[in-house]
Nanobody
Framework: VQLQASGGGLVQAGGSLRLSCAAS????????MGWFRQAPGKEREFVAA????????HYEESVKGRFTISRDNAKNTGYLQMNSLKPEDTAIYYC??????????????????WGQGTLVTVSS
C-alpha cells in the first residue's frame, strides 16, 4: 500500500488542522493505521493509532482530548483531527499502516508502510 499524507500547514496556537492519509495499491481496510510525529531535534514519536475497522483509538497522553484519529475505508483515507493546537505540537506528521486485523501497534518499527510526512507548524 502507498500512503500520501496531507493537510499540514501553519496555524496559530489554539487552532485546528485535519491531516489526511490517502492509501492506494491495496485494500486499506485490512490495515491498522497509526500517526507519528517528529519535532525538530527529536526522535519520531507515537501520536495515535486505530484498528482496521476504526475501533479502539489510542492516543499519546499529551494529545488526548485534543486529537481524534479516524478513517473512512470506503474512501481509503485516514484522518487526524487536531484541535487546540499548541506550539509543542509543531512537527512533521507521518501516517503509517500495517496489515493486521483487530489490533494496532504503538511501536513505529511494527509499521512497514509510511507516508512521506506533512509539516505542522503551530505559532504562539
Amino acid at each position: 500500500v502507498q500512503l500520501q499524507a496531507s493537510g499540514g500547514g501553519l496555524v496559530q496556537a489554539g487552532g485546528s488542522l485535519r491531516l489526511s492519509c490517502a492509501a492506494s495499491g491495496r485494500t486499506f481496510s485490512s490495515y491498522a493505521m497509526g500517526w507519528f510525529r517528529q519535532a525538530p531535534g527529536k526522535e519520531r514519536e507515537f501520536v495515535a493509532a486505530i484498528t482496521w475497522s476504526g475501533g479502539y483509538p489510542h492516543y499519546e497522553e499529551s494529545v488526548k482530548g485534543r486529537f481524534t484519529i479516524s478513517r473512512d475505508n470506503a474512501k481509503n483515507t485516514g484522518y487526524l483531527q487536531m484541535n487546540s493546537l499548541k506550539p509543542e505540537d509543531t512537527a512533521i506528521y507521518y501516517c503509517a499502516a500495517e496489515p493486521i486485523s483487530g489490533r494496532y501497534y504503538l511501536a513505529q518499527e511494527k509499521y512497514r508502510y509510511w507516508g512521506q510526512g506533512t509539516l505542522v507548524t503551530v505559532s504562539s
